[in-house]
């Protein structure tokens, strides 16, 4: 029996993205399609098998540890991009100001979908979230830079909405329009025993 199970839900991607150099700025570049290996996007600076460590595992690892790189892409939802926009008083967020690698319309509660799921596409394309991207000081400034004023509310109005980070389980190339198909695993909820 299968682990992972395909569901009826389908997102469509509607922009792509690259960040070049990663220790300059967070902010990506728009590109038309992306060509994705075991190491993540070709040409870009979070691309690697490994990486080291940051203040999201500092409960597991000091800082700088060498580990295995299942943030080589931010995802974001382009519903869920509208409402930070909203919550801002802005008319829209740039995705490349958050330096997401792809954002996908028509997935609902994007950002919460279960860790291990998979975004496939029909060329057989496929990404594996690993969990929710939180809300960070790093996007916050760009959004500042970009937008004077609105930066200060980022996190808040981010909160649950920032999409997730993903790694590549089988390389393609994906582009503007593709559609992924949401599979997700086939578990109940971890519930703690007392």
């Given at each position: 029996?299968?682990?992972?199970v395909p569901?009826e839900?389908?997102?469509?991607?509607?922009?792509l993205?690259?960040?070049d150099?990663?220790d300059?700025?967070?902010t990506?570049v728009a590109?038309d399609?992306?060509?994705l290996?075991?190491?993540?996007?070709v040409?870009?600076a979070?691309s690697?098998?490994?990486?080291?460590?940051c203040?999201?595992v500092?409960?597991?690892y000091?800082r700088?540890?060498?580990i295995?790189?299942?943030?080589?892409?931010s995802?974001?939802?382009?519903?869920e991009l509208?409402?930070?926009?909203?919550?801002?008083?802005?008319?829209q967020i740039?995705?490349?100001?958050?330096?997401?690698?792809m954002v996908?319309a028509?997935?609902p509660?994007?950002t919460?979908?279960?860790?291990?799921?998979?975004l496939?596409?029909?060329n057989?394309?496929?990404?594996v979230v690993?969990?929710?991207n939180?809300?960070c000081?790093l996007?916050a400034?760009?959004?500042?830079r970009?937008?004077?004023?609105h930066?200060i509310?980022?996190k808040?109005?981010?909160?649950?909405?920032?999409?997730?980070?993903?790694?590549?389980e089988?390389?393609?190339r994906?582009?503007?329009g593709?559609?992924?198909?949401l599979?997700?695993?086939?578990?109940?909820?971890?519930?703690?025993?007392?």
């Open positions: 029996m299968p682990a992972l569901t839900y389908y997102g469509q991607i509607t922009w993205g690259k960040t150099d990663r300059a700025t967070l990506s590109c399609g992306i060509d290996t075991y190491e993540g996007i040409g870009e979070r690697g098998l490994t990486r080291p460590s203040s999201r500092t409960s597991q000091p700088g540890t060498e295995r790189n299942v943030r080589q892409l995802v974001l939802s382009a519903e509208a409402d930070i926009a909203r919550a801002l008083d802005l008319g740039d995705p490349a100001w958050l330096g997401a690698s996908v028509g997935l509660d994007f919460h979908v279960p860790p291990s799921s998979r496939q596409a029909d057989g394309a496929t990404l690993d969990m929710e939180r809300p000081t996007a400034r760009e959004v500042e970009a937008r004077p004023g930066g509310g980022f808040p109005a981010a909160k649950g909405k920032r999409g997730v980070t993903a790694w590549v089988h390389p393609g994906l582009q503007l593709d559609r992924l198909r599979h997700i695993p086939d578990q109940r909820a971890w519930q703690a025993r007392a």
